[in-house]
């Protein structure tokens, strides 16, 4: 165990940080596989609900929504004090203890206890892994890098992210395939108990390797302020960041809802269904947020290719409203893994756009908390409006994922509409300093 004195990263020796790197980022891809398990699973695990007795045939949708919509509410209320709880609390403590109750809330959600219990978990999960352990993924990134080395280690972040997710992720899908002849609930319940072992693993890690570091508490300039809020609150580039990550964000977890589409219209193998979506939600991550960093840096704008790309969002979206549920199945795949390439890309680069927009250092904090704030509101509805969409059309999936990509495609064109603004505003800004 590491002893008591404070560590700087040059104290640290290069395999030390790495591993912390490594440590970090895996996490970040795990910490949030139980809530997020509909995802990639939402027919198994609605099987499990419903042999458990949690949902019926005709509302296990809106079930899973509201399940997702627990947890969004939760975290949506954490997500700014997750920040200044990061810069009170050392990162090694918020670490093995945010691993820790995630991984004993997960063995409990294993059990398929009432539906009562089940929401519970959730909302817990929502304290668990936003207001204990979000703020710490990349203030561990920067503890463990110098002053030149952060940009390197957290795009190395992003791509050990998205390894750890595309192997977990198809060792997933094989576990739930194996054991689906085992009953409903049998598979979903297994794969709940590896994902809590390997969150406790995590947990253990943590405590043991994460030093405590020198200039972590309280290391933000000034610390939380009112002052801080209003300043923020004032600066129109905020505001139009903020509402340009709400339909981006809306639009980039809609693309999940090509899960169901695959399963219920397109009538997909469910051995395709889920190498689709496991790509798509883990594997894409390692090519395209870095891809579309590179293209914002080379055209000198994020917002020019929010709204460049978001368009091409929308006409996809718009494409899959009309694509018959005949379709080849290799297109299809295509289709969802572009959308999600194009929708993974633009996610990634929205909260540039606080730096595109020239917003001060010493407020960055404030304002990347306002944005989570705002930005993230899409997880506490769209799950629970999309599901009763399904639910009630009732045998016509595909009108419903109709209406669903309908409502998808009109967010991509706001977000579009958001991102011009934005250039807008830092245009005339740029014009009146000019003139000053």
């Known amino acids: 165990m590491l002893g008591s004195a404070e560590r700087k990263a040059s104290d640290l020796s290069a395999g030390h940080r790495i591993f912390l790197l490594i440590l970090v980022s895996i996490g970040s891809s795990i910490i949030y596989t139980p809530a997020y398990l509909q995802y990639v699973f939402e027919e198994p695990l609605g099987k499990a609900l419903i042999a458990s007795g949690g949902a019926t045939p005709e509302n296990v949708a809106t079930t899973l929504g509201t ?46 206890p009432s539906l009562t219990t089940i929401r519970f978990l959730f909302v817990a999960m929502g304290v668990t892994t936003i207001l204990i352990w979000w703020g710490i993924r990349y203030k561990l990134v920067r503890l463990i890098s110098d002053e030149n080395g952060y940009s390197r280690n957290i ?26 002849s085992r009953g409903d609930i049998i598979p979903m319940r297994t794969l709940l108990f590896i994902l809590g072992g390997l969150i406790m693993v995590l947990a253990v890690l943590s405590f043991f390797f994460i030093p405590k570091f020198e200039g972590e508490i309280g290391s933000s300039e000034g610390g939380f302020s009112v002052k801080q809020i209003g300043q923020v609150l004032a600066n129109p580039v905020v505001w139009l960041a903020a509402a340009t990550l709400f339909f981006v964000y809306f639009f980039y977890t809609g693309v999940n809802q090509t899960t169901g589409y695959m399963n219920k219209v397109m009538m997909l193998a469910p051995a ?8 798509r939600t883990y594997g894409i991550s390692l090519v395209s947020a870095p891809f579309f960093g590179w293209v914002a840096e080379k055209v000198g704008s994020p917002s020019r290719v929010i709204a460049a790309a978001s368009l091409l969002v ?19 795949a295509g289709l969802v893994i572009l959308l999600a390439f194009i929708a993974n890309g633009v996610f990634g680069i929205v909260s540039s756009q606080l730096t595109e927009g020239k917003v001060a250092p010493a407020v960055f904090g404030t304002a990347s908390g306002l944005l989570s704030v705002i930005g993230f509101l899409p ?12 639910d009630a059309a009732g045998d016509a999936q595909e009108s419903a994922f109709h209406q669903i990509f309908m409502i998808l495609g009109g967010a991509a064109l706001l977000a579009a509409v958001c991102a011009i603004a934005l250039v807008v505003v830092i245009r005339i800004r740029e014009k009146k300093n000019v003139e000053a």
């Open 314 to 332: 929308a006409v996809l979206f718009a494409g899959f409203a009309v694509l018959p549920s005949g379709a080849n199945a290799i297109l299809t």
């Open 272 to 279: 395709v269904v889920t190498m689709v979506a496991t790509v």
């Open 379 to 390: 997880d506490t509805f769209s799950y629970t409006w999309f599901g009763s969409i399904r």
């Open 155 to 180: 795009g190395l972040s992003y791509a050990f992210y998205g390894l750890a997710g595309l192997i977990l992720g198809f060792f997933n899908s094989w576990l739930v395939a194996h054991l689906a």
């Open 67 to 112: 399940l997702l919509s627990a947890y969004a509410m939760t975290a949506l209320v954490c997500y700014l004090p997750s920040g200044i709880v990061a810069d009170i609390v050392r990162v090694r403590t918020l670490s093995w203890v945010g691993f820790g109750l995630t991984a004993l809330l997960t063995f409990w959600y294993a059990m398929f």
